[in-house]
């Protein structure tokens, strides 16, 4: 599978950015929180069927326009995500836009789905960002994340439980990875150890008044959990993932405030 890039541009917004709304102070969480880069891939199939090489030219073409179109007018309410990184306290809101690639794979998209190469998945991501842990100063605020969908239910089921009769997608999911990552360090000999995990938890959504759902920027915690190297059921895992990520509730998200 070969993948060529077509063009690369800047996207920029629809409407210029108010002058006294240039520079965007990022908040204590947003400096203090460590940098997360998830680079995510999202398949979407065409929704009809062409005939001929011109007329599957044309869709693509019209398609793209469309999504830069809705993109402009995106970051003209989002602007921050149209800047660039000032220093480690601030976003630059200069209007420059997103970094936007079009690129062109050799192979048809059923291909990969029906037999998907983990080793090539590097190539849908921009050149350079599948391993960016920092941002520095210049660097572009707005990544364009995109990812594949995963069907879960089975997953939820297995990791119900008594102390957790109803998992979410998010613990369901990080049970089973965690699981894994316990079944690698037991093919080493001689390797005993507990295993901790953190998980990013939201705290807008967990604030005594809840905060604005509106609300931009690095609000998040990093819940731990550890459980012994002889406890690795699925269902147990799930329900020490729990307990962690509860203990971020109104209570604890005051703190830092000092309120």
């Not at 240039?22 to 998830?38: A, D, M, N």
């Not at 572009?140 to 995109?146: D, E, G, M, W």
């Given at each position: ?6 063009s ?6 629809s409407?210029s ?5 240039k520079?965007?102070e990022l908040?204590?969480?947003?400096r203090?929180v460590?940098?997360i880069y ?8 065409l929704?009809q069927?062409?005939?001929n ?8 073409s ?8 809705s993109?402009?007018e995106?970051?003209?309410r989002?602007y921050?995500?149209?800047?660039r ?13 997103v970094?936007?690639?079009e690129?062109?794979?050799?192979s ?8 998907p190469?983990l080793?090539s ?8 960002e599948d391993?960016?842990a920092?941002a520095?100063p210049?660097?572009h605020v707005a990544?364009?994340q995109?990812?594949l ?7 939820k089921?297995?990791?119900?439980s008594l102390?957790?009769?109803n998992?979410?997608r ?8 965690w699981?894994?990552m316990f079944s ?19 705290m807008?959504s967990r604030?005594?008044?809840?905060v604005?759902?509106n609300?931009?920027?690095?609000s998040?915690?990093l819940?731990?959990?550890?459980s012994?190297?002889?406890e690795t ?27």
């Amino acid at each position: 599978m070969e993948v060529g890039v077509i063009s690369i541009a800047c996207s920029k917004l629809s409407t210029s950015t108010p002058y006294h709304l240039k520079t965007y102070e990022l908040s204590l969480l947003g400096r203090i929180v460590p940098p997360i880069y998830i680079p995510m891939i999202l398949f979407y199939p065409l929704n009809q069927i062409h005939t001929n090489q011109l007329s599957f030219t044309h869709v693509i073409s019209k398609t793209g326009q469309q999504l830069k179109q809705s993109l402009s007018e995106t970051l003209t309410r989002f602007y921050p995500l149209a800047g660039r990184v000032k220093d480690y306290l601030s976003i630059d809101c200069n209007d420059e836009g997103v970094y936007y690639v079009e690129a062109r794979v050799t192979s048809p998209l059923f291909e990969f789905l029906n037999q998907p190469d983990l080793s090539s998945i590097h190539k849908f991501l921009p050149h350079g960002e599948d391993n960016k842990a920092e941002a520095v100063p210049g660097d572009h605020v707005a990544k364009i994340q995109l990812g594949l969908l995963w069907a879960i239910a089975k997953l939820k089921a297995n990791a119900t439980s008594l102390s957790v009769p109803n998992p979410t997608r998010v613990e369901a999911v990080s049970a089973i990875l965690w699981k894994c990552m316990f079944s690698a360090i037991k093919v080493k000999p001689g390797i005993q150890k507990p295993s901790l995990i953190t998980h990013a938890v939201n705290m807008p959504s967990r604030a005594v008044p809840p905060v604005s759902e509106n609300l931009m920027g690095n609000s998040l915690w990093l819940a731990t959990a550890m459980s012994p190297f002889n406890e690795t059921q699925l269902q147990t895992l799930a329900c020490k993932l729990r307990e962690a990520i509860r203990k971020v509730d109104g209570d604890f998200v005051e703190e830092p405030t000092g309120r």
